[in-house]
């Protein structure tokens, strides 16, 4: 069965600190890993997806098959940062998981 | 054009009312698909449309009934709700091809409360 487990439903940091976000997944094939932001009052929003290994907003997220995990990093946390973070998880003809998410909160 | 739209923003019924949701994009997207979102929980799937016909429905009760008229417009009409269904209802649309295997973009959500 796939799923997608985020361990932490808060998270709080300083500004200036970093950050990292854990998503650890269970999946039998090659899954398709995604990291969507939800900030108050908006839309949820695609922040980064595997397989294209880019950086948004100082944002990056390595796709690590031993450990199935696929953790969100950012090296300096930044007030904006502050938001609802879910990981998600697709596969075959399967569509989106979503993990519970993480509530990044960014303290100054 | 590159976003979702819904519509309403914001909806009140009453528990024997019959109301629509309505959601479009224009991006070519030939999956789309219901969530259902109550406050700090993940978006949980409803339905999901793959070229115009449902592929998926998530043992949702028949209150809920989905409708896709066209490529670009998914609707969600209503009928004796209750109060639980209240929450937020988001629609997602996504490439061609398969309902997996594809990122999924949301529309902002009709916000429904249920008296």
């Known amino acids: 069965a796939q799923r997608v487990t985020q361990p932490e439903k808060l998270l709080s940091v300083f500004k200036g600190a970093p950050v990292e976000l854990k998503c650890n997944y269970s999946?039998?094939?090659?899954?398709?890993l995604f990291w969507y932001v939800q900030y108050s009052r908006q839309r949820l929003q695609l922040l980064l997806r595997?397989?294209s290994r880019e950086s948004i907003k100082g944002f990056t997220a390595d796709l690590n098959k031993g450990e199935t995990s696929f953790h969100l990093k950012k090296p300096f946390a930044q007030e904006e940062d502050s938001a609802m973070y879910y990981c998600a998880l697709s596969g075959g003809n399967t569509p989106l998981v979503f993990g519970k998410g993480t509530r990044l909160s960014v303290i100054a | 054009d590159t976003e979702v739209t819904q519509t309403p923003k914001h909806l009140v019924m009453g528990m024997t009312n019959k109301k629509s949701l309505k959601c479009e994009q224009h991006?070519?997207?030939?999956?789309m698909y219901w969530y259902k979102q109550k406050a700090k929980k993940p978006p949980e799937l409803m339905f999901v449309?793959?070229?115009?016909?449902?592929?998926i429905n998530e043992s949702v009760p028949s209150r809920f009934s989905p409708e896709c008229p066209n490529s670009s417009l998914l609707n969600l009409h209503l009928h004796a709700l209750q109060p639980e269904d209240s929450a937020l209802y988001l629609c997602?649309?996504?490439?061609?091809?398969?309902?997996?295997?594809?990122?999924?973009?949301f529309g902002p959500g009709t916000r429904l409360t249920v008296t």
């Open positions: 999946y039998s094939g090659s899954p398709e």
């Open positions: 997602a649309s996504s490439r061609p091809g398969l309902a997996g295997g594809r990122e999924q973009y």
């Open positions: 595997h397989i």
């Open positions: 449309y793959s070229y115009e016909k449902l592929s």
């Open positions: 991006m070519g997207h030939r999956a």
